[in-house]
């Protein structure tokens, strides 16, 4: 047989049906890691328990995590957790309990994923660990518990969207985020439906773990089945094998990105794919700024966020809250001062998990509240009051702006 | 027979399930908060068996399977969508939701509609129209006809490509 050129998702997913499947096929294949949190999980159990499942097909490769709502805030929650808790103690697999940090930073901090892997995350943001040249997808909670049973999971082979990111170094101020921001533009929400978004450019030379997770992270905003970074320029602490795509590849649409004179974008409410230049929104007040999440609470996103803040105050009448997105990052930004010069300067620091992402606790806006937030989704009612609006930007936008109680560009003007 | 209740593009999980809802396992609170932020008529004009049409995207944004949930446990009979967002529609089919795509349809609000799941067909009474569904997938057409993953698996023990 003749093998086509592959791109990287249909090189993953041929190495695990073990032979060559193409965009548009199905295939059922064996999955390396799979992961349910405290939203995901409860049902997950039920349906695995429904199914028949007694013992999970491979435990070691299981991972429950409590971060959506962590620590409990009601006693309703606070029993789906002790369920969860109980089964992980049931079936031996890997359970990180309230204040681990956020599923996706914890699977990677843990090296649960790695290149060439498939994994499935019953969490929408699971695509994020394509930075790690893998194969993610969030999947339901009954698809979940069906890998939870077989360890394998049925797919339909996607096609791919080619993003070129070219250039060789982004302006002061600008991020992987307003990056990614102008790529859910030109793709809108539903743009990469079923597929998958492979990232490739010069510029990936230049860009770390961290600021590939943001690239892959935002592709759920784009509809997409998962999002691959190639290989170029990935670093990490142990040796891998690195998947690349062949250069006759097949692609649906091929996005040519120039990145050098990008400027900051925000994302309007009430939806992730309304992005524009800040310096448009520039001034609109603001009266609470949230930094965290999976896309960006990591280390370099609150030191982003403190380089801006160091010596000054936040605005009076406006509050700053903040969700290290795991245990790691808190420590390290504890050791390194991130955390004293961003207290300083008038944040709250909440628990490392979701925290005020997904409005279930830890920071709900109140009516008619503007919040400007590094998170990915700005939906309405997000936060959980529908009478909230939501600007998404980058950690150093949300920081400038909390500094001026008004939308502001991250750059020194003063 | 069935009416039609239609909404418009991008309709994402949190509108019709908003997150501050979804961390329980009664299915009841999750129905009476179907929608609501969307529709706040939803409850009263909704009677079960009804079917809900939506354009582009229906169901983007996270992977909450309540959203689907609770569009089952209020009686949703079927949803028509343009397309639908991806893990919506797996998700859909495997809590046994049933939901066609449907890319050239005039349904407008109150139309009577009744379907064939297996032929993919739609008839729109109220406009004496006939509208034909995008096949689905063997595989999906089957844990659709076992009415969900769980029964399908029950059965098969493993999936049938
Ligand atoms: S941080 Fe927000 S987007 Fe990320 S997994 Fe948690 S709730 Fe989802």
Known sequence: MIMQPQTIAEKILSKHAGYPVYAGELCVVPVDGAMATDTTAPLAIQAFKEMGGERLAVPDRFHLIIDHAAPAPNERIANLHQMMRSFATETGCHFYDIGSGICHQVMVDHHRVRPGEIFMGADSHTPTYGALNAFACGVGSTDLAAVMLTGKIWLKVPSSIRVNLHGHRLQPGVSAKDVVLEVVKQLTISGANYQSVEYHGELLHHLTLSDRMVLCNMVAEMGAKTGIVSPEGLQLPYNFEPVFADKAATYTRVLDIDTTDLQPRIAIPHSPDDVHDVSTYAGTPVTYGFIGTCTNGRLNDLQAAAAILKGKKIASGVRLVIAPASRQVLIDALQDGTLQTLIEAGASIINSGCGPCVGTHDGVPGDGEIVISAANRNFRGRMGNPRSEIYLASPATVAASVLHGRITLPVQTD | ?161
Not at chain 2, 33 to 52: L, N, T, W
Not at chain 2, 57 to 67: D, I, L, V
């Open chain 2, 1 to 161: 027979m069935p009416k039609a209740h239609v909404y418009g593009d991008n309709v994402d999980t949190d509108r019709i399930i908003p997150g501050k809802y979804t961390k329980t396992l009664d299915l009841s609170t999750l129905a009476a908060h179907v929608m609501e932020d969307i529709d706040p008529d939803f409850s009263k004009r909704f009677i079960a068996g009804d079917i809900i049409v939506a354009g582009d995207n229906f169901g983007c944004g996270s992977s909450r399977e309540q959203a689907p949930l609770a569009l089952k446990t209020v009686g949703v009979s079927l949803v028509i969508a343009r397309f639908f967002a991806r893990i919506f529609f797996r998700n859909a089919i495997n809590i046994g939701l049933p939901v066609l795509e449907v890319p050239l349809h005039k349904i407008q609000p109150g139309d009577e509609l009744s379907f064939d799941l297996a032929l993919g067909k739609i008839i729109n009474h109220t406009r004496q129209e006939i509208y034909q569904a995008t096949q689905l997938p063997p595989v999906m057409l089957n844990i659709m006809q076992e009415g969900g993953l769980v029964p399908y698996l029950r059965k098969h023990k493993d999936f049938i490509l």
